[in-house]
């Protein structure tokens, strides 16, 4: 019954920004930890940020090739968590998934693609 619906990808040129949303239903989502992850086609499913639970997150965490570019968000009244892509480079382009941290099973959205490209 837990779903997730991730949308705000498209095509970018390198430099541009794009703000991905990922809108949670069947949890009480300001309990749990949400994270963003990202896959390439031929590539592994890998973490790009996370945000704690709570109002304000508590705290977030980026891997290294996103820091200082993007920023995790969320707005817990409207069960959505936000992730803002600045300067993004062709090296960014993947599928885009939000993902529920801290339970026993794992919850995915569809994903949206994001594409970086000239």
């Known amino acids: 019954q837990v779903q997730l619906v991730e949308s705000g990808g498209g095509l970018v040129q390198p430099g541009g920004s794009l703000r991905l949303s990922c809108v949670a239903s069947?949890?009480?989502?300001?309990?749990?930890?949400m994270a963003w992850y990202r896959q390439a086609p031929g590539k592994q499913r890998e973490l790009v940020a996370v945000i704690g639970s709570g109002d304000n997150g508590g705290y977030t965490n980026y891997r290294d090739s996103a820091k200082g570019r993007f920023t995790i968000s969320r707005d817990n009244p409207s069960n959505t968590v936000y992730l803002q892509m600045n300067s993004l480079k062709p090296e960014d382009t993947a599928v885009y998934y939000c993902?529920?941290?801290?339970?026993?099973?794992?919850?995915w959205g569809q994903g949206t693609q994001v594409t970086v490209s000239s």
């Open positions: 069947g949890i009480a989502f300001r309990l749990y930890p």
């Open positions: 993902k529920v941290e801290s339970v026993r099973t794992p919850y």
